[in-house]
């Protein structure tokens, strides 16, 4: 499973954080991180299974692709993008992370 989460760089912290964490709770998975800015090179360069971002998908991705959008702001709901169907969760855990990604595989 190659996993890649990609936030701003305001939110380096956050998002090397979330790499860490899923790496340690998934050990047999890649986790790579990437900056908004070098979203699109990373995608083509590591191939990632499931997108773990904090902007609305900038691309059109095959349906193999799972895409999780989270929000900074916690008032605004995730969106996920699981086999080609969406749906939203309110502040989801690492734990609903974690499931999200077995779900892929």
């Known amino acids: 499973m190659r996993v890649l989460v990609a936030f701003e760089d305001t939110y380096r912290f956050y998002r090397e954080t979330m790499a860490a964490c899923i790496q340690i709770k998934r050990p047999d998975a890649e986790v790579e991180t990437a900056g908004l800015e070098t979203l699109e090179e990373k995608l083509e360069q590591f191939a990632p299974q ?31 993008r ?24």
């Not at 499931?50 to 709901?77: G, K, R, T, Y």
């Not at 699981?82 to 855990?93: F, I």
């Open 50 to 80: 499931v997108v773990i971002c904090s902007s609305e998908m900038a691309i059109n991705p095959n349906d193999e692709l799972a895409w999780i959008e989270l929000s900074v702001h916690l008032n605004m709901p995730a969106r996920i």
């Open 82 to 105: 699981v086999h080609g169907c969406w749906r939203t969760m309110t502040n989801p855990t690492l734990d609903h992370l974690l499931a999200l990604i077995d779900e892929i595989v």
